[in-house]
């Protein structure tokens, strides 16, 4: 049976009306275009999602928006939800890798992660993908997943991974694909 999956977590949060205008930040987001991770990290109350959601609401790339929470640190929920957020800019994406991922015996996490991205590069038009609240998530296994994708993204395409998150991510994975905002 298909692991259930709450739809509300794929959604971009709307915006206030009474939003305050950042244009400084969303130029430093915009220019974290060229790059394989843009990573936003404040604190608490400081408007990360309400910036990430102005900014892709404005962006002329599709959005792939996944909000966590600590019960996607199990890897295979984790990667349900990314390829779920994925679907919506391209439904036919990742259904292989749903069914490897609920397999009674799945293969090792790498097939996975090798799937998923051939699958990601069928993907014809640039996208960000917006994964909301990293921070909460406290799993190495998933860190290294997230890890494993970001090293063999291919530079050539235009996949964008831009991660708002309270604390910033450990140094040793993201330190050479982030642009700091």
């Given at each position: 049976m298909p692991t259930p999956i709450l739809a509300t977590k794929l959604y971009i949060p709307p915006?206030?009306?009474?939003?305050?205008?950042?244009?400084?930040?969303?130029?430093?987001?915009?220019?974290?275009?060229?790059?394989?991770?843009?990573?936003?990290?404040?604190?608490?109350?400081?408007?990360?999602?309400?910036?990430?959601?102005?900014?892709v609401t404005g962006c002329d790339r599709q959005v792939a928006w996944l909000s966590l929470d600590k019960g996607e640190s199990d890897p295979t929920l984790f990667l349900t939800y990314l390829v779920a957020a994925l679907q919506t800019i391209a439904p036919n994406n990742g259904v292989g890798v749903?069914?490897?991922?609920?397999?009674?015996?799945?293969?090792?996490?790498?097939?996975?992660?090798?799937?998923?991205?051939?699958?990601?590069?069928?993907i014809p038009d640039h996208f960000v993908l917006v994964l909301d609240d990293y921070h909460v998530l406290?799993?190495?296994?998933?860190?290294?997943?997230?890890?494993?994708?970001l090293e063999h993204l291919s530079p050539r395409t235009s996949k964008t991974l831009c991660i708002a998150c309270?604390?910033?991510?450990?140094?040793?994975?993201?330190?050479?694909?982030?642009?700091a905002i």
């Open positions: 915006l206030r009306p009474e939003v305050v205008s950042r244009p400084r930040l969303i130029e430093r987001l915009n220019e974290g275009l060229h790059r394989k991770l843009t990573l936003l990290s404040a604190p608490a109350g400081f408007g990360k999602t309400t910036l990430v959601s102005a900014w749903l069914g490897a991922l609920q397999s009674p015996q799945p293969p090792p996490i790498e097939s996975i992660l090798t799937a998923l991205l051939n699958e990601i590069t069928t406290d799993a190495k296994p998933v860190d290294q997943a997230l890890t494993f994708l309270l604390r910033l991510l450990p140094h040793k994975y993201f330190c050479c694909f982030a642009r």
